[in-house]
């Protein structure tokens, strides 16, 4: 699905810095409003300082708005489809994928849907001046962001409205999309979190003919290290996954049981038997 900039997370995306086209467009009326003065009344200099207070809030107003102005019509136009070059980004699986509860789709970077000019990697700078609404890279100010998103690594596919299909989500609300081929996904890697039943139904989709490229991985969290470890999908990978699901759910369960630590011990002792039994 294509999103709306709108929708982002980040207040700032999308929203140049506008104070420079501000100041143009109030000293440009500014002019044009003294050209037509009569040639008996105040000077240039008598005249600007006059002005200066109302102009001036006409700056500031032009100043705060120019940005939303561009946004709204950037989304009117445009959808845009986000991708990140760290698969196993714990911030972005808990964000982004129903706290790992989700999957993420890893793509082929060569498929022709990835090139041309349409494909930006955003740039984090290290500063905080955003982009400038006059900056005639137009495509500077949707691919920048502030230098505390940067281990997103993300880039952006930036489609026209037009080239998009019209659909309705899995929420009912309707959105746009594009019709993603086959041949440009190359592996699914499901949330350490993700319930078994959901699991089982995408891997069921992959056994089909036309999906036998897209290679299953599960996520695991490290057992020392901050960090998710992707395993290539096989059925000790399927028993480990289900194990350490069930281990989730007798964690949450005891959260609730009144008699929590016995309720927690005889169910664990069970679980480990079953899984170690061999």
Known sequence: WA????????????LPAFGNVAKQVTNQQRKIHFAFTSPRGPNWKEYHKHAQPETGLVERGLTELGPHLIKASFTKKNGVICFSAKPDNIVMWAHYASKHQGFALQFDASHRLFS???FRQVDYPDTEVRPRADDPDRHRTVCTKGIGWKDEREFRLILPRQSLLKG????GKPGYYVDLPTGAIKAVYFGCRMLPVRREQLLKILQQSKHKNILP????????????????????????ADFVFKLECVAKGALNSLDTQTSFNATLQDLLEKRFQR
């Open 3 to 14: 999103s709306n900039v709108t929708d982002f997370n980040d207040p700032f995306d999308v």
């Open 116 to 118: 041309g000019p349409f």
């Open 168 to 171: 309705r989500r899995l929420d």
């Open 217 to 240: 991985f599960q996520m695991f969290p490290d057992t020392s290290d901050y960090r998710l470890v992707p395993e290539s999908w096989s059925e000790a990978v399927r028993e480990r």
